[in-house]
């Protein structure tokens, strides 16, 4: 087996047992990169000598944390002390963060390397890495197709053994949606279960970091490294953490499984319905106990995000001005034009768009009448899955309703590109955890492409979400392997 092709946890049990050491895992890793990066373009920055002497100072330590010596990778919005952090945008150009992201320290304290960073669409906003400002990263299994977004760069490293796993960060689903088009694990915990500080916000209530990697094993020893509460982060939660780990062999029997009406509508593509339904057979033999349930008001959550979402921007992307770092336009004649020509030339197109709605949306006059009814029909959504699981353990979706779509197909109809995120948005509106796992690929014409299948669980309910996932994997054994 090439050291490239392990898995996270497979990579750390052979550094523990001193079978390979952490420089040549992230030297099979280069290797790696150096031949498949130029056509995937998932990376923005990988700094080899840096890579390295972290390695080589792992090597000379004993291993004690449960990734020491991995080499693992950030999306580009996690500040890591001394590196750039762009969020794939040209208004962060020359932006070298002056302290550690929460989700950084702990994984230093696990041991891990820092490979580099994974390309993003602008300030995470977008569902196919094709909003960011440097390049459009293409999806490992067909190279003219997206990777999905916000997290493809991460995604489509993963997918390509170009990473052994990542952070991503999801507000509507931009850990789990290009998880399932480059047939990765991605997962999106309860908000609050992670600590945000110092992720750059796009949407504060919505935010949230989680792993994509190669299976759930991988996924809960990520989240078991990150998780935990942060005095700094004032949303955290004080909840202990569990051992992720020892729910995936657990087995899913007399566990009940959800499944709601209002994610197989119209619009909904016949192969990825083919297989999500398959896969409830495969749980239905091994053990869970089908109840059918309705989230009402599912067909509301797109609208209240867009509205609730780009107001929280606006607010949050305030602070990129041109007068404490990043960018800054050239001979200013006054304050004002400073901010407006900074801004004007540093934020891409759908940045502005978003700025532009959610500073609409909490204007005088029409505060009430967006942003305030949007988070009443917020609370109806949370409310929708306090109901639902009253009657199940989990819920079963799409992640995405349909495969990964080409390359420039939906780059000129926002409305197009914002419903990719159908079947995501509303955990994020309602705080609660979602994982999306493989469960086949389509068929037909045109090369084979990933579908994923969601789970979802209660607020701080991963355990169950693990015991489901690791149980599906066994029954869902699939070549991950996109041929690159």
């Keep these: 087996m090439s050291l490239h092709t392990l898995t996270l946890a497979q990579a750390a049990e052979k550094v523990r047992r001193k079978e390979v050491s ?29 890579a390295l002497e972290q390695a080589r100072l792992r090597d000379r330590e004993s291993p004690s944390g449960a990734l020491h010596g991995v080499p693992v990778l950030l999306k580009d919005n996690m500040n890591r002390r ?17 302290y550690n992201a929460t989700v950084v320290e702990r994984l230093e304290k696990a041991g891990a390397v820092f490979l580099g960073r994974a390309n993003m669409d602008e300030f995470a ?12 990263t293409r999806n490992p299994w067909d190279l003219e197709r997206i990777p999905g977004g916000s997290s493809g760069g991460c995604a489509a490293a993963v997918a390509s053994d170009m990473a052994f796993g990542s952070l991503g960060s999801d507000t509507g689903g931009s850990i789990r949606q290009p998880a399932a088009v480059c047939g990765c694990v991605g ?42 509460h942060d005095p700094r982060d004032s949303t955290s939660l004080p909840d202990a953490v569990p051992d992720y780990s020892k729910a995936l062999e657990q087995g899913i029997k007399g566990l009940r499984m959800g499944l709601p009406k209002e994610y197989f509508a119209p619009g909904l593509d016949p192969q990825v319905e083919k297989l999500v339904r398959a896969a409830v057979e495969e749980l239905r033999q091994l053990g869970a106990e089908l109840v059918e349930i309705s989230l009402p008001h ?25 007068v ?13 034009d400073l901010y407006g020509r900074t801004r004007a030339e540093g ?64 780059a000129n109809d926002p409305l197009q590109m914002y419903l990719a995120d159908i079947c995501t948005i509303a955990a994020n509106l309602a705080g609660i955890c979602g994982i999306s796992v493989p469960c086949g690929r389509t068929g037909g ?4 492409l990933p579908v994923g299948l969601q789970f979802l669980g209660p607020s701080m309910g991963e355990e169950t979400l693990f015991r489901v996932a690791g149980a599906y994997e066994q029954v869902c054994r699939w070549d991950r392997n996109p041929g690159l």
């Design 82 to 98: 001394g590196t750039f952090c762009s969020c794939g945008s040209k208004i962060l150009n020359g932006y070298r963060a002056p």
């Design 298 to 322: 599912t067909p509301y959550a797109v609208a209240v995000y867009y509205v609730i979402a780009t107001a929280e921007a606006s607010a949050n992307l305030a602070r990129f001005d041109g």
């Design 125 to 136: 906003m977008g569902s196919s890495t094709e909003n960011s400002a440097m390049h459009a």
């Design 445 to 448: 014409a045109g090369k084979p």
């Design 22 to 50: 952490s420089v040549d895992l992230v030297k099979a890793l280069l290797v790696r990169i150096r031949e498949v990066d130029p056509r995937v373009q998932a990376f923005l920055d990988v700094n080899e000598e840096d």
């Design 347 to 410: 934020f891409g197109p759908e940045v502005k768009r978003r700025i532009i709605l959610g500073t609409y949306v909490l204007s005088s006059g029409y505060y009430d009448a967006y942003y305030l009814r949007a988070q009443k029909v917020r609370t109806l959504i949370r409310r929708d899955f306090g109901e639902a699981f009253k009657k199940c353990d989990f819920i079963l979706t799409p992640t995405s309703p349909t495969p990964a779509f080409k390359l420039g197909e939906k």
């Design 187 to 228: 997962l999106k915990p309860t908000y609050g279960r992670v600590s945000r500080y110092g992720l750059v916000a796009f949407a504060s209530s919505l935010d949230q970091i989680g792993p994509i990697t190669k299976d759930a094993r991988d996924a809960a020893l990520l989240l078991q490294t990150i998780a935990g």
């Design 324 to 336: 404490r770092y990043g960018h800054r336009t050239s001979e200013p004649s006054d304050l004002l």
